[in-house]
């Protein structure tokens, strides 16, 4: 069983930093995807920041590139996003992702991710 433990949201002012942190439990396989998604009030779940684990470049939404780094361990147990400059747009339920049949073509499309965290939030004032 793969469970996905986020950590790390809370309240900023615009212009302040967070680290979300993601553990990850469970046999998932190799070469899938891991990624932070975000869901603001009335709006359609987006992906933020995902990466392949079998290689590739890390995606970033438009809206957060420069301001925001996805990382992970070597171990791939844990998945972090530091999230800096945040501004008011940045508000919304952050979840972690992990996707067993995506890969590094799909990491934006929330439908290839297949094991979801229970969400984080962040508010951005």
């Known amino acids: 069983q793969v469970q996905l433990v986020e950590s790390g949201g809370g309240s900023v002012q615009a212009g302040g930093s967070l680290r979300l942190s993601c553990a990850v439990s469970g046999y998932i396989g190799s070469g899938y995807c891991m990624g932070w998604f975000r869901q603001a009030p009335g709006k359609e779940r987006e992906a933020a920041a995902a990466?392949?684990?079998?290689?590739?470049?890390?995606y970033y939404a438009a809206s957060v590139k420069g301001r925001f780094t996805l990382s992970r361990d070597n171990a791939k147990t844990t998945l972090w996003l530091q999230m800096n400059s945040l501004k008011p747009e940045d508000t919304a339920m952050y979840y972690c992702?992990?996707?067993?049949?995506?890969?590094?073509?799909?990491?934006?499309?929330?439908?290839?991710?297949?094991?979801w965290g229970q969400g984080t939030q962040v508010t951005v004032s």
């Open positions: 990466l392949y684990t079998g290689g590739g470049n890390t």
């Open positions: 992702a992990v996707g067993q049949a995506c890969y590094s073509g799909s990491l934006a499309l929330p439908y290839e991710y297949n094991y």
